[in-house]
């Protein structure tokens, strides 16, 4: 399930999903960073750490900041 329609436990059908997925897969690879914006409850966390594992960094800390705070 997750190769065929999610993403790091991350499962999703849509075209709009799968559209979030292409890019995580295609922006995780790079040094770039990433704003990850959204209304409270949409998964942001979810996708970062998803992006996290993703690329080359992940064997380094994960820091969540919340903006809002």
Request: hydrophobic share 40%.
């Amino acid at each position: 399930m997750d190769e065929r329609y999610g993403l790091d436990g991350i499962i999703g059908q849509s075209p709009a999903m799968q559209e979030v997925f292409d890019t995580i897969r295609q922006v995780a690879p790079s040094n770039a960073s990433v704003l990850l914006l959204g209304q409270s409850g949409t998964g942001k966390e979810l996708l970062a750490q998803a992006l996290h594992q993703l690329s080359p960094r992940r064997n380094r800390p994960f820091i969540k900041v919340a903006c809002a705070a």
